[in-house]
């Protein structure tokens, strides 16, 4: 198969540091390619993701262009145009599908969480269209019949060697939002009596008062703050961390971190939100807590779990070659449907990724 994938216009891919969407797309560009397909990423001209890519813009846009819609459509026009040689294209855009049209079947994987806005792109998606959730929980939040298949993410588990969990302290790694528990982690560390280090991306204005207002004066002692990190940082610091802790305070649609942890052997302390059920098997990998004081003892726990049995849930789960395939089948399902096989209007699921 040809496939052609359209990634969006605001980092490149890979990303340098946060963009769990863009890393995503690069550990399925490159596995695509290597099960032997053909693969064209359309991207912006600063990503290095070593599959053919094509481009329109120089590079990427950032966060502060996603509320003009204008070059984002620019971005999609030149992609479509680009891309109608493949068999399928696959849109990583919520935008695309609902302004562009193909001659070829489309799959777009919607990463975000189900709003209103969503909703309404969802309804307006053509036939040729087969959206795909990444958890069953985004998938439970949408209309019935919106989606045609679930696809974990996964990763390449060759670039998340199992760490020692040496390091004492507990690691919060995201970005800095409220909806993330920045704040919260803060407080579930210092009753856990833990350290704890902050690795977090500050963007946009909204991310810029939360952390001057909420974080930053609670920092210091055992506290720290480190800011944005790059990818050796980032995976030196999940593996020598005791847990990543992940106070969640929404259905976040999938927590790529979190089986990032899992891969090098750190447990997940979580809130019991969105997909976090899906991807961390309480007091086996990690443990899931309704309460504050659930996550402290959560914390407390996790260096007497085994960080081997996080690394195999992780390598069975969470692999790139899964996720991959599953993809691969949605693909092929999308060009040989079978005769009165309707993946969109039944609710049917083409592809259930495990867990």
Not at 27 to 40: E, Q
Not at 244 to 267: C, D, H, K, Q
Not at 301 to 329: G, I, N, Q
Request: aromatic share 6%; hydrophobic share 40%.
């Amino acid at each position: 198969m040809r496939i052609g994938i359209i990634a969006p216009p605001w980092y490149p891919v890979p990303p340098w540091g946060y963009g769990g969407t863009e890393g995503m797309i690069d550990v399925l560009a490159r596995g695509i390619m290597a099960a032997g397909h053909d693969v064209c990423l359309f991207t912006t001209a600063d990503s290095t993701c070593p599959v053919p890519r094509l481009h329109l813009l120089p590079e990427g846009l950032g966060v502060a262009a996603m509320a003009d819609e204008t070059a984002e459509l620019t971005h999609l026009d030149a992609a479509y145009s680009h891309l109608d040689d493949c068999d399928v294209i696959h849109d990583h855009t919520l935008l695309g599908p609902a302004v562009q049209s193909a001659s070829c079947p489309v799959v777009t994987t919607v990463h975000g969480p189900i709003d209103t806005r969503t909703r309404q792109f969802l309804a307006t998606y053509p036939g040729n269209v087969l959206p795909t959730a990444i958890s069953h929980s985004q998938r439970g939040l949408a209309p019935s019949g919106s989606f045609s298949a679930v696809v974990h993410h996964g990763i390449d588990m060759r670039h998340w060697p199992v760490g020692s969990g040496s390091g004492g302290y507990l690691l919060f790694l995201g970005r800095m939002s409220p909806d993330k528990g920045v704040d919260a982690a803060i407080t579930v560390a210092r009753r856990a009596g833990m350290p704890l280090r902050i690795a977090a991306r500050i963007r946009g204005p909204e991310e810029k008062r939360y952390f001057i207002e909420a974080v930053r004066p609670r920092l210091g002692g055992t506290v720290e703050f480190l800011g944005e990190v790059g990818p050796g940082e980032r995976l030196a610091l999940l593996g020598e961390a005791t847990a990543l802790l992940n106070p969640l305070r929404w259905s976040e649609p999938f927590g790529l971190v979190m089986i990032e942890a899992l891969a090098v052997g750190t447990p997940v302390v979580t809130t019991r939100w969105g997909s976090s059920p899906e991807i961390v098997s309480h007091g086996l990998t990690g443990h899931l807590a309704a309460t504050t004081s659930g996550l402290v003892d959560g914390c407390r726990l996790a260096a007497s779990l085994d960080r081997d049995e996080c690394r195999a849930s992780a390598v069975e789960r969470f692999s790139a070659e899964r996720m991959v395939e599953e993809y691969l089948d949605l693909y092929r399902s999308a060009l040989h449907p079978g005769p009165g096989v309707d993946l969109r209007g039944s609710g049917a699921t083409a592809v259930v990724g495990d867990g």
